[in-house]
């Protein structure tokens, strides 16, 4: 059951396919420019296991009749059959007519033709791995080809449901930068869904050969030996996997935030989803007291699926890790079904911790992002790749949060953790609401504030739900004010900062029209410089070719100091 071998379109041994990686950069035999197929079990792991659930569900609703069949003595009465034959049923026609025969023909005649059929789907499911895009190709009637350019990967994505690690295989999600445009290998086995993963990183990083040279020979071996295993040593090692966690490669980091399980259930618990359900079932218990029977069927469905939400919120967050690595930050959860995803750098738009009221006794927090996703808005599990911390104290908080935001200055996070989380307090270096405007924020008007760093915007908000946005500047797409007539008579403004979609809202109101005016010029200049600056695109390239860039950029930016010395952007119309 390899899926190591290349279609037989692919190009000559002897002849190099066009495009393809340099050799001394890519660890798995897939990443070789060529034309290769999925894993063997790949059409039993996407449709055959519906396929086998149907047959279970028919099996299950004909059992009295297949035992009557076969086991006369332990079946019904025949009068029984003589009601089946007045009903029309098909399989009465067979069993009136003695057509066994030809129904277990015609039975074996479908499973014949969907077996041909994944067959087919899978010999014409190809894909390969070039020194710019990922590339598949399916279909068997109508031919689909989708094309990942590699410099523009926001991430990779290694899924492995239940029944894949037992078999030993996972499912790789190459994620783009527009909507629905992921480019999935479902599925390969674990290690070559690893070593294809680490070559897809490397290769979209911008690294050079010589920095990769030295380890090609251990990890070919490594990869060779992983190979090798057997049937039986893979179903273990999956089996294991579901207690001990998921197989990783051998140097992965630990993870920097540990999550206790009692943590995760009790916040959980302790959340205003929690109490409306108390109230809820409160409502219901005296609404039937009262004869109001109705209150049961209305509230009894939702009660369930608030029930199954909440239990599947807490296995999504539980072996929660994350770790940093040399192409990005790691994150793996899930129980049953495990998501391990590396986010490289540059690919973070936005940050916001949130803590609401009720887990203020307890310290507790919760950290999302805004990131593409390369997933269309009506997809449910988006949300799963946007929390980076299901529940964290605050020195969880700033270990993730550096981990986002490598680029912040090393002076800024005690401003960050104190000012931005916790204050304001009397120190206070963000500037805040001023007091006339005080009925627009009546209760979070003091702590209503922003402030503007040479990498980052924060915006800071919130009395019940606590809330920092962080905003890196190079990310930023644009900067607006928004005045309306209350606004205009208390001489404020709303800021709002324009990233990509997502659960981080980037805005915050009632800031003194002058000062936000003061902001919009220094958030333009801003961003353009630190937009000019970033390279986080092609993250690992190295010393030499950066070094370089360095001094070609230098003459540029000689060239352009009204970029640094920007003449004051015009004032919008009607803030002036």
Do not use: C
Not at 296 to 319: C, D, E, H, K, N
Request: hydrophobic share 50%; no cysteine.
């Amino acid at each position: 059951m390899s899926d190591l071998g290349p279609t037989p379109d692919a190009t000559p041994p002897n002849a190099p396919p066009p495009h393809a990686p340099p050799r001394e950069l890519v660890r798995s035999p897939l990443s070789d420019g060529e034309w290769h197929r999925l894993h063997p079990l790949t059409p039993l792991l996407r449709g055959g296991l519906v396929l086998l659930i149907v047959i279970g569900l028919v099996v299950a609703n004909l059992r009295d009749r297949l035992i009557a069949i076969f086991v006369p003595t332990f079946g019904d009465d025949f009068e029984e059959y003589e009601e089946w034959e007045s009903t029309g049923d098909p399989i009465d026609f067979v069993i009136a007519n003695n057509l066994y025969l030809v129904a277990i023909l015609a039975v074996l005649g479908v499973l014949i033709v969907v077996v041909a059929f994944f067959y087919l789907s899978w010999r014409f499911h190809t894909f390969r791995i070039t020194d710019d895009d990922v590339e598949v190709r399916s279909g068997i009637l109508f031919r689909t080809q989708r094309r990942a350019p590699l410099d523009r990967v926001q991430g990779v994505n290694l899924t492995r449901p239940m029944i894949a690690r037992l078999l030993g295989t996972a499912k790789l999600e190459v994620v783009g930068a527009g909507t629905d445009s992921n480019v999935k290998l479902e599925y390969l086995s674990t290690s070559n869904a690893e070593a294809v993963r680490a070559d897809i990183l490397r290769l979209a990083s911008g690294r050079r050969l010589a920095e990769a040279a030295a380890r090609t020979d251990a990890a070919s071996a490594a990869g060779a030996t992983s190979r090798t295993a057997a049937l039986g040593q893979t179903v273990s090692r999956g089996l294991t996997g579901l207690i001990e966690g998921d197989e990783a490669p051998v140097l992965v980091p630990d993870s920097v935030v540990h999550i206790p399980v009692g943590r995760l259930i009790a916040s959980h618990i302790i959340s205003f989803s929690t109490l409306g359900l108390i109230v809820a079932a409160v409502a219901v218990i005296i609404g039937v007291s009262q004869g109001v029977t109705w209150l049961i069927f209305g509230m009894v469905p939702a009660i369930i699926g608030f029930a199954a939400y909440w239990v599947r919120s807490i296995m999504r967050s539980l072996r929660y890790s994350i770790a940093p690595t040399p192409d990005g930050v790691r994150i793996t959860f899930g129980l049953l079904t495990t998501i391990t995803e590396i986010v490289p750098p540059g690919r973070v738009h936005a940050v916001e911790v949130t803590q609401p009221i009720l887990w203020r006794p307890f310290g507790w927090w919760v950290v999302r992002i805004n990131r593409l996703t390369g997933r269309s808005a009506a997809d449910s599990s988006t949300d799963q790749f946007t929390t980076v911390l299901p529940v964290g104290t605050v020195a969880d908080v700033e270990r993730v949060l550096r981990l986002a935001l490598p680029t912040v200055a090393e002076a800024e996070w005690p401003l960050i953790v104190r000012e931005g989380m916790l204050g304001p307090d009397a120190d206070d270096t963000l500037t805040t609401t001023p007091r006339r405007a005080w009925f627009v924020r009546p209760f979070s008007w003091k702590r209503n504030g922003f402030r503007l760093t040479s990498d980052v915007l924060l915006l800071r908000r919130g009395i019940v739900w606590r809330k920092l946005a962080i905003l890196p500047l190079a990310r930023l797409q644009s900067f607006a004010l928004h005045q309306g007539p209350v606004d205009r008579m208390a001489r404020i403004a709303g800021l709002r900062a324009h990233v990509v979609s997502g659960p981080v809202y980037a805005n915050l109101a009632a800031i003194d029209r002058a000062v936000a005016l003061a902001l919009f010029e220094d958030v333009s200049r801003a961003t353009v410089l630190a937009a000019s600056d970033d390279r986080t695109h092609r993250w690992a390239s190295d010393a030499a070719v950066s070094a370089t860039d360095e001094a070609d950029a230098a003459p540029e930016a000689a060239e352009m100091p009204a970029v640094a010395e920007a003449p004051a952007v015009a004032a919008p119309e009607g803030f002036a």
